[in-house]
């Protein structure tokens, strides 16, 4: 065959695709030294909040984004661990966080970290020794969005309460860290791809991600979408792009960056 | 919300990705109607064949091929049942097929289906009642590409016995059936790329099948490919394109049909 004794088959930090294993069979290779796969705990805030098992009063809404984000977790390879809904109260919040932290490498909280009169989840985090990086983004949708340390090696984001929010931040915050963990070398990068139609927006203050369709032409459509609540918009979306500050318009013909997802 | 009472909210055949599950989980749809996932019934042939864990003698190699078919099988969704190599014998390979149609909905036998002395695998499925749809097809890689049904709703395909061929054609016939028989209303396109390099080969009898890097700049490089038992052409590609019957040059710059991989 095409491989000499002492050749490199395979590079440290490989994701290991079908393709993989059978150049790992050809050569006897049966018990490769893999990466742990990440822990992550998610912890969802809101008294506002049911399981979706539950049937909502008024005022109250099910909880979509944990479910979303166990799946999203699952498909990054990871392990996920669902907490459940912490009861707005600082003690509650105090202590599901503290033992988030113990028990995994990196903790979502959803919900929570917005400027209602219930969000005081930042200040619990830092009495639980989380050292906060940052605790907003000039992004849209996700512009609430929390990053912090603790005890040097683990993580905590405290994404929007929102579906659509949630899920692109998990995107590009959450699934790339995961990836680094795991000692992954090589990150998902976007590709660019000729936008199919025009794209328009009124304010242009900050980063805008929009979920879009990649097309069988090759170019890319923006998905109708109603802004960070409609959770639907993305049932048909298999890419995000960005639009940068300052910037109105994605011309149609123009390259952009993709991502599919 | 964006939902009314009495709105579809999933189309019937959706593939469920994290985005549904968060649509389901808002409307309380914990128990949604799903698919059974395929038993996919996978033998080897070959006596010249052993598992990645022995040791090849000489004139031997190592079966890479059927845990390649595994890990394919579960990506694409369905449920591998690994049924051993089955040694060239009449009576061994007709009591395994005949085993395999009956435990699976999809047997994938790999090896066995050329012109060599102990290519009688055709004969004996023809014996255990398979109707016989086709013994090759004329593409490279993946001539010696056989399949026929059983008993109306089972079906098996005769794979080449080299990993490259084996890959391709689960892609571009089993996964499809798969997804088919699991009911998904969308079966994964071909998408428009342009050639970002120029690709020639000599002989152009047959449609090829080329592995390829879809690099970030959204073109396509065909990847170092010494045909068929390359198997470490696809370490690096990230799709596949096809060049027509006649066809010998793929020009920089031309739009070709790629499935990402």
């Keep these: 065959e095409d491989i000499k004794k002492g050749d490199l088959v395979l590079e440290k930090g490989t994701c290991i ?20 796969q990440p822990k992550i705990g998610i912890i969802s805030t809101g008294d506002e909040l ?5 049937y909502p ?33 600082e003690e509650v919040t105090f202590s599901t966080i503290s033992k988030a932290l113990e028990e995994n490498d990196i903790v979502l909280l ?25 605790r907003s983004m000039a992004v849209q ?13 683990k993580f905590i984001f405290g994404l929007p309460g929102n579906p659509v929010s949630s899920y692109t931040q998990f995107e590009l915050l959450v699934r790339p860290l995961m990836l680094k963990l795991m000692g992954i070398r090589e990150l998902p990068k976007p590709v660019k791809l000729p936008m199919g139609a025009t794209y328009k927006r009124r304010k242009s203050v900050r980063k805008s991600f929009l979920p879009v369709m990649i097309r069988e032409d ?21 890419g ?4 940068d500050i300052g910037k109105e318009t994605l011309e149609k013909g123009e390259l952009v960056d993709v991502r599919p997802i």
Tied chains: 1, 2.
Excluded at 50 to 54: A, H, K, L, Q, T
Excluded at 110 to 134: E, L, N, Q, R, W
Excluded at 240 to 243: E, F, G, N, Y
């Design 50 to 54: 049911v399981e979706p098992f539950e």
């Design 17 to 36: 695709e079908p393709q993989h294993i059978a150049v790992m069979a050809s050569v006897g290779c049966n018990e490769p030294l893999v990466s742990k």
């Design 240 to 243: 995000i792009t960005s639009v």
């Design 218 to 238: 090759g170019k890319v459509y923006p998905v109708e979408y109603h802004g960070s609540a409609h959770i639907h918009s993305y049932v048909f979306a298999n």
């Design 110 to 134: 959803t919900g929570g970290v917005s400027m209602g009169d219930f969000d005081f989840v930042p200040d619990i985090m830092a009495k639980a020794g989380v050292d906060i990086k940052f």
């Design 57 to 89: 009063a008024q005022s109250q809404i099910r909880n979509s984004n944990a479910y979303q984000l166990i799946a999203q977790v699952q498909r990054a390879g990871g392990t996920p661990n669902y907490m459940g809904i912490a009861e707005d109260s």
């Design 141 to 153: 949708p996700g512009k609430p969005t929390l990053f912090g340390t603790f005890d040097q090696h």
